[in-house]
């Protein structure tokens, strides 16, 4: 099984079914729709859903290449892109290895732009090489902060979503 295949399983478990029939495995009308499904969102088939994830979240993010280095990483970059949008997701690494290059000793800061590109990805290699081996449990950490305190800035924002901010942090972070 592949690490995409492995993300895909852990998030799709956690996005949940909707009753509303607005969503399917997580993934919303308008996402589908854009995606080419022109069917029912009720009768979105596993592997279609499976599609949109790879090319719509798992591609855009580079996540063949985090995963190279690091499945971790990887796997919570794809389910924090999916929960919070790719760019958020992006620019939460880039955010994070921005703070972390030691006064750019390691390596220049890059512009936290919401698109893992070149300079994110040698970025990350380079992150990883240097700080062996506690940098996956740092940058996981990293996210991970960086994901909890938005979800605390979106309940904030809007009491209604305080009904999903126990989950999220229970369940994501």
Known sequence: ?????????????LEG???TGASAYGITEAVARK???VGEMSELPLETAKNIYRDSYWKP?????IAEVSQ?????????GVNMGIGTAAKFLQRSLNALNRKQADYADMTVDGA???KTVSAFVTFMTKRKPQGETVVLKAISSLQGARYIEI????EQNEAFVFGWLANRV
């Open 1 to 13: 099984m592949s690490t995409f295949d492995d993300a895909f399983d852990h998030t799709v478990k």
């Open 17 to 19: 079914g909707d009753p």
């Open 35 to 37: 995606a080419g499904y």
């Open 61 to 65: 993010l580079r996540l063949d290449d």
């Open 72 to 80: 971790p990483v990887a796997m919570k970059l794809f389910d924090t």
């Open 116 to 118: 893992i590109g070149p």
């Open 155 to 158: 309940a904030e924002s809007r």
